[in-house]
């Protein structure tokens, strides 16, 4: 079932695409009996069909709910905790991956088998040709792909947990991938698979710099990663240089096997390489730096679609012009689609679902709520509405073309009729194969990094902080609240403006910093575990920031939405504002600034507790 090509020939390549894009509606029949087939012994499926009679598409329909992660959960747990997998799958669940996504503040848990990791190897294997069409002469060179893993733990049954792309880089697929023109990286193995991911940075940047003459392309995952890596080039290129010029690795690369791998890279000094790579770095302005620094670079690989198109200014001023490509849409799910234009301007990215990942059907979703994010966020779930919606649940070749759904899938792995939690829309089809917009998460309002903060995340939080650090009656009232991703420095960080109202008179509040910095961080500490690893471990989230307004701004924010076109009978404040008129008028007002002092516990979690 799953196909396989060699990479070196772009022509079968695309032929695969083709067929697949054009057989759409059979092959997803084809992966729906599959999976029912080998799945319908499983006690969840059993709980719900009538054994090998009722395994076809209407049964499944009729009587399979569409489900959201709480539902599942119980099932998960049982695994996590040393039952059988037959729970949910015939094929024996091999690992847990840990979901960006949270449920209760920890991570979500989505089963995996041996199997999906070919299926993971077959998606990848399909970005080459795609590629391979648009970009000229890439077997020529290297890509400098910096890449890293992140902590895993084991569940009570023994299984490893961890997140989706740590789970493939350390399989023998990545490890031991066949040798093809297409794959060959600058960063040896033992750096993308170094615990530690200061020195995995550093070995890996070094390894990028010195071989930057053989450098066709640069990226990593999300343009968060990336950015992160510029600014760590910035505090570092002295050292680096330093060790291209000797020929040795600085001293604090303790870990031997990137130590050993980056020395046989350096292969000795090399003065003249180092001057040039210090002259550029002095500069005083690194715009262009990655056309400076990588000549010959054709363009830059990151996703920028979703929450990551925040970080397309400051990566285009980086970039010179190189093309921003967001190859692909994945989850810890499933990897779902591919970007068939890749050099297309950012914002018209859309993404082709390969139809042989899973099965997949669509919600519909409110369009009108969705058209106006980029201005302001409300959250807007209403889980009874979803449930109203299911009977319009349509299949894969059946959306039609500007319209908003929430993708569903059903998985080799377990996973029925689940919702992602991700909103599409459908700007088109390649052959019979629908093409999708990635909108938004579910239910986000602020994200910097892989983080996903929902407004109910940041109400409790603020909540939280509120009731320990602002109950005296000398304290002010907190008595509206709003938020922003802030990404104009590298990393960024959530800032929250806050209106304060004295309980006395309507003298302007008096600010204890030293209570406002407790309310940022116990913010902190009630955000969600993936936010506390991301400020905590990975240092890829700066310290929160709470700004606050003078009184009455919030009013003005009102007149400002009304203005826009909210309507004022039905106004609720914004809990997330995007740049714009309605971040000016809260920053034009800002009378205090306390930031957060230390970082929020986080702490590779016992999935059991
Ligand atoms: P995780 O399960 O932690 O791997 O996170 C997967 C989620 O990241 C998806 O469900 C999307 O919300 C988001 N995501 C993945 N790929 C893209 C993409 N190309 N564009 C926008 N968001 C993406």
Redesign the pocket.
Known sequence: MIPSYDPNDTEAGLKLLEDLTTNAEAIQEQVLHQILSQNCESQYLQAFLDGESDKNQQSFKNKVPVVNYGDIKPFIQRIADGESSDIVSSQPITEL?????TSAGK??L?PSTAEELERKTFFYSMLVPVMNKYVNGLDEGKGMYLLFIKPEIKTPSGLMAR???TSYYKSQHFRNRPFNKYNVYTSPDQTILCQDSKQSMYCQLLCGLVQRSHVLRVGTV?ASAFLRAVKFLEDHYKELCADIRTGTVTSWITEPACRDSVLSVLQGPNQELADEIESECAEKSWEGILRRLWPKAKYVEV??????AQYIPTLEFYSGGLPLV?T??????CY?GI?LNPLCDPSD?S?TLLPNMAYFEFLPVDDKSHEEIHFASHSNTDDDDDALKEDLIVDLVNVEVGRYYEIVITTFTGLYRYR???ILKVTGFHNKAPQFR?VQ?RN?VLSID?D?TSEEDLLNAVTQAKLKHLQKPSCPLLTEYTSYADTSSIPGHYVLFWELKPRQNNEPPELENKTMELCCSEVEDCLDY?YRRCRNKDKSIGPLEIRVVSLGTFDLLMDFCVSQGSSVNQYKTPRCVKPGGALEILDSRVIGRFFSQRVPRWQPLGLDS
């Open positions: 991956l840990t979901s960006s996504g991570p979500k989505m997140p989706v792309l999300f996703i920028v679609t979703g929450s990551m967001s692909m849409y994945a989850s810890s799910e779902f970007n990215v993404y992602v939690g991700d990635f998460r986000v892989t996903k993936v």
